[in-house]
């Protein structure tokens, strides 16, 4: 997601529109993100102020993820601000980004918010039963008929203690 700048330099108050629009093919660097189902798109402005670049950008976009208890594919739509100051190198300031060229590569900074609105667990619904832990069904389609009875192995010998087939 390159920003051409080119127009802005030496045109200090001068405003430029930024629409983008981008397809992510690989959801590798998202986390929990199958894929995505729409473009990313950005809308906002950038804006020369004393030669210092301010971006105020918008985005969107919908993904496919997985629900953290059946692993059924859940779609989120995500919003996401960008505000980021640019200037070219050299400048020294902390809130600032550098960059050189006429060009600005949103890349990170859309990443950096996508992965910023991620839930940190997604249910496709709110009543969602999760998968059978011995045959692995999903239980949101109905009981598999498992014994899903937990027992701790340190209480095994107290027991054989009441268990009335056996002799004490």
Do not use: W
């Amino acid at each position: 997601m390159i920003i051409e700048m080119g127009y802005l330099f030496n045109r200090k108050g001068a405003t430029l529109p930024v629409e983008l629009v981008e397809q992510i093919d690989d959801a590798k660097d998202y986390p929990d993100v199958v894929e995505f189902v729409e473009p990313v798109k950005i809308e906002g402005t950038l804006k020369n102020e004393d030669d210092v670049f301010v971006l105020d950008a918008k985005g969107e976009t919908a993904v496919l993820m997985e629900c953290s208890c059946c692993l059924t594919p859940v779609r989120k739509e995500l919003c996401f601000e960008i505000k980021e100051r640019f200037a070219h190198t050299g400048r020294e300031d902390e809130e600032t980004e550098t960059f050189t060229g006429d060009q600005i590569d949103l890349a990170d900074f859309v990443k950096r918010g996508i992965i910023g609105e991620l839930p940190m667990k997604v249910l496709c619904r709110e009543d969602c039963k999760g998968l059978c832990p011995v045959c692995g069904k999903d239980l949101n389609d109905g009981d598999c008929g498992c014994d899903r009875t937990e027992r701790d192995p340190r209480f095994e010998s107290l027991r054989a203690l009441f268990n009335d087939d056996e002799e004490v």
